[in-house]
């Protein structure tokens, strides 16, 4: 604000002063013109007789004649009694000319004009007129911008301070409250921002909020995964353990405690490579080989196997089978299909059905795995993909339950195929998993 009033306080001066010093150069001027109109020359070529006119001018104007010996002539009325030339200078540049004088005090405006005849000098007409009229002028002009100069930066200085005061308010709001969480480490803290104004600094209040939020929502599920990993990990080590504790003080190994103790080492393995798996998945470095995979033959070659799984606990049944292709990793969607149908074996009581079915629906391959079990409680299906999430109630589970990664490795597996995993159960009416994927025309 100050560098603008600066330049146009300086444009204003100067335009101002320009103005005043041409209205008293054309004074001047006119002035000039008027004498050497009256002005005679004798017939030796020398001036004999100076007539001043009475103008009105003249009482503003300061005249003198000089000769060619720099003797003065004659003066207007109003210089009075001085002798002195109005600008020395002036006397003897020999062209006219115009200049800022300072005689005994006084600042004058001069004007130079010398008076030829033919080609000889005969004399110089010098007019002058005071400067202090225009003094003043800019003189107050100066302080009045200064005053108005300096009014103008406390306003505009107080304004800033408001506006910005209120503005930043909400910054120093944003830090205090990152200095509480990284104090008390509580992501639960929100930037409160009372204001309904849509502006820049509550898109960064919401913004920031909503980066909270996720950051809360991430943290509670990585101490919920850590938790559960500790959990999981708990189990088969405190069996192996007591196997090998009752093996030391028997002194010998037995088939069962040997058994039990491969079984939560298996356990264990397949613990830590669904993780591996889940977190090469996450950092982009599981790769999927894309390749044309007959799915008919791929759910036809599932089906045997889970007929042998099966047993004699469940009837498993293929009802409906089309010819689709896709473009896909068969290793990976096989390990699909084999999990959720291994997952409908399980929770489906003796005597139950697994139904599998594959039909083409416009550009759309779509596999249905339904069964008879007890199905999924309403409010544990939005959870079913999650890491480590199982329906049943209890924490101790059979050595046949799996870990809770199954399903979040087949989620991941389907969505990187472009396609879609979808589950609807009712409690005590069987749960039906759906995958859609793109076919390849």
Not at 7 to 30: C, E
Not at 169 to 198: C, F, G, K, M
Request: aromatic share 4%; charged share 20%; proline share 3%.
């Amino acid at each position: 604000m100050g560098g603008i009033l600066l330049i146009f306080g300086a444009a204003v001066y100067i335009l101002v002063n320009v103005i005043l010093l041409n209205q008293v150069d054309t004074m001047l001027a006119v002035v000039v013109r008027d004498i050497t109109q009256v002005t005679k020359v004798n017939s030796m070529g020398e001036l004999s007789l100076i007539s001043l006119p009475p103008l009105d001018m003249t009482s503003n104007a300061y005249v003198q004649v000089w000769g060619p010996d720099e003797k003065l002539i004659a003066t207007s009325p109003s210089i009075g009694t001085l002798t002195k030339s109005l600008d020395p200078i002036g006397l003897k540049v020999g062209s006219p000319i115009y200049e800022d004088s300072y005689l005994d005090g006084a600042h004058l405006r001069v004007l130079s004009v010398p008076l030829v005849v033919g080609a000889r000098i005969i004399g110089t007409l010098q007019v002058g007129a005071s400067l202090s009229v225009v003094d003043a002028t800019r003189t107050n002009l100066l302080s009045i911008m200064l005053l108005i100069a300096v009014v103008a930066v406390l306003l505009a200085g107080l304004g800033s301070w408001v506006i910005l005061g209120r503005a930043l308010s909400h910054l120093e709001a944003i830090t205090e409250t990152v200095d509480q969480i990284n104090r008390a480490d509580d992501l639960s803290r929100r930037i409160p921002y009372q204001e309904q104004t849509e502006d820049e600094m509550g898109d960064l209040v919401v913004s920031f909020n909503q980066t909270l939020e996720r950051l809360e929502s991430l943290f509670t599920s990585q101490q919920r995964f850590l938790a559960d990993v500790s959990h999981e990990l708990r189990t088969p080590l405190t069996v192996i353990k007591g196997n090998v504790d009752l093996i030391r003080r028997m002194k010998a190994a037995d088939e069962e405690s040997l058994g039990s103790i491969d079984e939560e080492a298996g356990r264990l393995t397949r613990l830590v490579g669904g993780l591996l798996m889940l977190a090469q998945a996450e950092s982009g470095k599981l790769t999927l080989v894309l390749k044309p995979v007959e799915l008919d033959l791929l759910l036809t070659e599932v089906f045997t196997e889970m007929c042998v799984l099966a047993g004699s606990k469940v009837h498993v049944h293929l009802n409906e089978i089309d010819q689709v292709m896709v473009n896909g990793d068969r290793d990976r969607l096989k390990q699909v299909l084999l999990n959720l149908v291994a997952n409908a074996i399980q929770y489906t009581p003796q005597g139950g059905d697994v139904f599998l079915s594959m039909s083409k629906i416009g550009e759309q391959a779509r596999i249905i795995i339904r069964d008879t079990g007890p199905g999924i409680p309403a409010e544990d299906l939005p959870h079913i993909f999650d890491r480590f999430y199982r329906a049943e109630k209890s924490r101790t589970r059979s050595t046949t339950s799996g870990f809770g990664l199954g399903l979040s490795i087949a989620h991941w597996i389907v969505e990187h195929h472009g396609g879609q995993i979808k589950v609807e159960s009712k409690e005590g009416k069987g749960t039906t998993f759906v995958i859609w994927l793109s076919i390849i025309k």
